[in-house]
């Protein structure tokens, strides 16, 4: 349970709501929840027992009484909405992808370190147990050398062309939504390739429905990533080792367990996961740890490798030709 500081919610839709609940059912101090709409910070404080609820995002970073804001605004907004957290003094969780593009990305990151602020990108999956213990397996060598992480995801999106995930204005695609997930998976395991090789295909709104990737490593490794909003897929992953695999449960994002093989393809070790409520409270404990540790980066996602990671996904757009207007 977590008690020792106030947390903010910057933005009111559906991701708000599931990190929300999760902070309050873990005990963490949910103070306030500012919209650009009144009435609907004033709903989703009521829902959620809020205390304050404030009607500009300007007013809800200025509060003294809160110390962490959490962005749950769409990508396209987060970096000014960072920004402006970072500068009114709060430590930041900020929804994943972490802005959108590299430069974005980088200014943040130079901002948040000036501040001495903790900016933790908002990679739910990073910090959840399965993916924990996983590393740590991997780390004690139990299954050899990594050679290659398999990972997709694929789901069915609404297809209203004016709706977040097909308009351009507000950074729909699938890559950036959802792609982010195997590509945050490889780069967890294998590290930022060294060479990217991607192919996608698109909608008349100009956004990536599906997209194909290949990680290249120095060494040989390699990622197979693909992501999809036409069609639904398992949401799989698979860890190639030189002694076995391990088979991630779908949706391997969420709070799941993994089946870990010996290269004799026998069932050597289950992970099961007593899940509690979604999993997103762990990436909250990640930062209220950082703060109290007087430490601005988190081993499971240091803020370097959230720049990089925004930088290998600007190398797949300019492969796919994504351009977003924020690009300019």
């Known amino acids: 349970m977590s008690t020792k500081l106030n947390w903010g919610i910057l933005g009111t839709g559906t991701i708000a709501d599931l990190q929300t609940k999760d902070l309050i059912a873990c005990g963490f101090a949910v103070v306030g929840v500012g919209s650009r709409d009144a009435q609907k910070a004033a709903d989703f404080a009521a829902t959620h027992g809020i205390a304050k609820s404030f009607g500009s995002y300007e007013a809800l970073v200025a509060s003294p009484d809160i110390d962490v804001i959490y962005v749950a605004t769409p990508h396209p907004f987060h970096f000014e909405h960072a920004s402006m957290a970072l500068e009114a003094g709060k430590h930041v969780l900020l929804e994943k992808p972490i802005t959108m593009n590299a430069r974005e990305a980088a200014a943040l990151a130079e901002l ?11 990679m739910w999956t990073r910090y959840l147990p399965h993916m924990v213990q996983i590393r740590s ?15 997709d995801f694929s ?23 959802i792609g982010i997930y195997p590509i945050s998976l490889a780069v967890d395991l294998l590290g930022i390739p060294e060479k990217v090789f991607a192919s996608a295909s698109m909608t008349t709104t100009q956004v990536d429905k599906n997209v194909s990737m290949i990680f290249d490593y120095p060494t040989g490794q390699q990622a197979l990533l693909h992501c999809s909003m036409d069609s639904a897929g398992a949401i799989s992953a698979t860890i190639l080792g030189t002694q076995g695999r391990i088979e991630v449960d779908a949706p391997f994002f969420e709070q799941v367990g993994y089946k870990r093989y010996n290269q004799d393809l026998e069932l050597a070790a289950e992970f099961k996961v007593d899940a509690v409520g979604r999993g997103m409270q762990f990436q909250a404990f990640e930062l209220e740890r950082l703060v109290a540790a007087n430490q601005l980066q988190s ?19 300019s492969q796919i030709g994504l351009i977003y207007p924020s690009d300019y």
């Not at 709706?163 to 351009?168: E, I, K, P």
């Not at 081993?299 to 757009?317: N, Y």
């Open 112 to 122: 948040a370190t000036e501040k001495n602020l903790v900016l933790l990108e908002a």
């Open 299 to 317: 081993p499971m996602l240091p803020l370097a490798q959230s720049v990089e990671i925004m930088e290998v996904l600007d190398h797949i757009r």
């Open 155 to 177: 789901a069915l999106f609404p297809t209203d062309p004016l709706g977040r995930h097909l308009n351009l204005q507000l950074g729909g695609g699938a890559l950036l939504d």
């Open 137 to 151: 397996d991997i780390s004690a060598g139990l299954i050899g050398e990594v050679r290659s992480v398999i990972a």
